[in-house]
C-alpha cells in the first residue's frame, strides 16, 4: 500500500508541505522494498534515513510553532515525540526480526497512517496558525 501525496495533504506552508513529501516518500520506499524482496539490504537504511528525516521536520516544525506563538505546541510536541518513538521501536523491531509482514502492517498502521491522519488534522492547524499570525 503506497501513500499518494495529494491536495488534501497540503498545509499550505511550502517549507512543512516539501518535507511531508520527503516523508511520504520514505515511508513509500521502506514499503517498495519490502514488496521487491530488498527488504533486507533496503530496510535498514530507509529506516535510518526516516527516523533521521523526522527528527529534523519535526525540529523545523516546532521552531515555527515556537515563533508564531503556537497555543497548542506542548501538545503538538508530544505527538511528535510519540511518533518518534514508535518509529525506534518499529525500527529496533525490525533489526530482531526482519522486515515480517507483521512489522509492514505495524509500519504502515503506526507510521504511514499516523503520518497522513497528522498532516490533515495536526499540521493543517499549525499552518493556519503560522498564516494568520506571521
Not at 497555543?71 to 522486515?99: I, W, Y
Request: glycine content about 4%.
Amino acid at each position: 500500500m503506497a501513500f499518494t501525496w495529494s491536495p488534501t495533504l497540503e498545509t499550505g506552508n511550502q517549507t512543512i508541505d516539501s518535507q511531508h513529501k520527503e516523508l511520504i516518500k520514505a515511508i513509500n520506499n521502506l514499503l517498495d522494498a519490502c514488496q521487491q524482496g530488498q527488504a533486507q539490504d533496503k530496510v535498514g537504511p530507509t529506516l535510518d534515513f526516516l527516523i533521521s528525516y523526522t527528527k529534523k521536520h519535526f525540529a523545523e516544525e516546532e521552531a515555527l510553532q515556537i515563533r508564531s506563538n503556537y497555543p497548542d505546541f506542548q501538545n503538538h510536541r508530544k505527538l511528535h515525540e510519540s511518533l518518534l518513538k514508535t518509529v525506534n521501536d518499529l525500527s529496533a523491531d525490525m533489526k530482531k526480526n526482519g522486515p515480517t509482514p507483521v512489522f509492514v502492517n505495524n509500519f504502515i498502521r503506526n507510521v504511514g497512517d499516523w503520518l497522513v491522519s497528522h498532516i490533515k488534522k495536526e499540521d493543517a492547524k499549525v499552518a493556519a496558525h503560522i498564516k494568520n499570525n506571521c
